[in-house]
């Protein structure tokens, strides 16, 4: 009798991904699977072996699982689609997606026409404060020139640019 091959790949855990930060500080946690700290620079990254990204967000790292355990608007995004799809942060099938603010998705906020659209959006968007501070360095380096939707960003976090 022939093995069936499994179809499903097995994730090497050992393989090192990508950990990118949104905060305009200094982030970092203790090591749950090896001794020492990981220190993540300014807006920087680090490598990481996917079993420690895997186990703190299984042990509710809030850096990496965000506010809601799912990996919505977290401040550390792992630039690793398998292993955000192991921790059930996206799909396979991109039915799900983790909440993430990028310079596109600030791009695609300021594209929107009415006003109330893009409040509801910059909400939908914005709530951390890793994210506050990281919109208002976004639309600084991509040099948005909406004065209106650039001061009710303002008033949103409570910051000027």
Do not use: C
Not at 4 to 24: D, F
Not at 77 to 89: A, I, L, M
Not at 154 to 159: A, K
């Amino acid at each position: 009798m022939a093995e069936e091959k499994n179809t499903v790949e097995e994730l090497n855990l050992e393989q090192k991904v990508t950990v990118r930060s949104i905060a305009n500080w200094t982030t970092g946690f203790k090591r749950i699977e090896t001794n020492g700290d990981v220190t993540i620079p300014p807006n920087g990254t680090v490598r990481l072996q996917r079993s420690e990204i895997i186990a703190q967000i299984q042990n509710g790292n809030r850096l990496l699982t965000g506010i809601d355990d799912r990996g919505s608007h977290a401040t550390l995004y792992v630039d690793d689609k398998p292993t955000r799809v192991e921790v059930d942060f996206d799909s396979d099938d991109g039915t799900m997606t983790q909440a993430v603010l990028t310079t596109d998705a600030v791009k695609k906020l300021f594209e929107y026409k009415t006003m109330k659209t893009f409040e509801s959006k910059l909400q939908e968007l914005v709530a951390t404060r890793a994210e506050e501070i990281a919109i208002l360095e976004i639309i600084k380096k991509e040099k948005f020139n909406d004065f209106e939707k650039i001061r009710v960003v303002e008033n949103y976090v409570g910051y000027k640019i």
